[in-house]
């Protein structure tokens, strides 16, 4: 999963952002070749605008990996403008992965680049997502990719909502948190936390061990750490 900021920070984003319009994009080139299964929508991939992003998302959607964000809702049916979860399987397992938007991005760019929706705060919609995914697909395992900071946890800052989920969510196996380019890993019983920083200085890794018993998912412990 791909935790946002992709269609920026270099030349071959710019050239394939805006002057090769034409030929199929870099970037879900890229994603497909590398088997990644989503990716989470950032801000700096907002404010390249709707004929960007919506472009991009069409590519993306061709090869099975879409732009993920629950809180980014439409404002003309309530729904959201990209999809808020992804089912996929590997090893045997199910996994649900759910992805959200930065909740500040009314504060950040101009309305031109997001018309037709609005973002809601990410810690007032998890829960009730989760629980919702949980009771219609039935996944062995839950990841949430946020394009928001791992913050401090009080509640108080809309652009760093990772430790206010980390702290409030039940359900949630694993949390990957962004945005603030800061380098954080974080294990608890049953959730862990994983902010890989940015420009791949780090890459954070995690290890789960899941233990089955009569064909049920007994137990899961992690292992997490930065490269």
């Avoid at 990644?36 to 998302?57: I, Q």
């Amino acid at each position: 999963v791909v935790a946002g900021d992709c269609l920026q920070g270099d030349n071959a984003a710019y050239y394939y952002n805006y002057v090769e319009t034409l030929s199929p994009h870099l970037f879900p080139r890229l994603l497909d070749y590398m088997h990644y299964d989503a990716v989470v929508w950032g801000n700096h991939d907002v404010e390249t605008g709707h004929k960007v992003y919506d472009r991009v998302n069409k590519e993306l959607t061709q090869y099975g990996i879409p732009f993920l964000a629950g809180n980014a809702i439409r404002n003309d049916n309530g729904k959201t403008y990209f999809p808020l979860y992804k089912m996929v399987e590997k090893g045997g397992l199910r996994i649900a992965v759910l992805g959200y938007e930065n909740a500040n991005i009314n504060g950040w760019l101009a309305e031109e680049v997001w018309s037709g929706m609005h973002f809601e705060r990410i810690v007032s919609l998890v829960q009730k997502d989760v629980d919702a995914v949980r009771a219609k697909e039935h996944p062995d395992v839950v990841v949430v990719g946020v394009h928001s900071a791992t913050g401090e946890g009080d509640g108080s800052n809309a652009e760093a909502e990772g430790m206010d989920i980390f702290n409030q969510v039940r359900g949630v196996d694993w949390l990957l948190t962004s945005n603030d380019h800061r380098p954080y890993v974080e294990t608890r019983d049953s959730i862990a936390l994983m902010n890989s920083g940015s420009h791949s200085r780090f890459l954070a890794h995690g290890k789960m061990n899941i233990t089955v018993k009569d064909g049920k998912i007994v137990s899961k412990t992690f292992d997490t750490e930065l490269i």
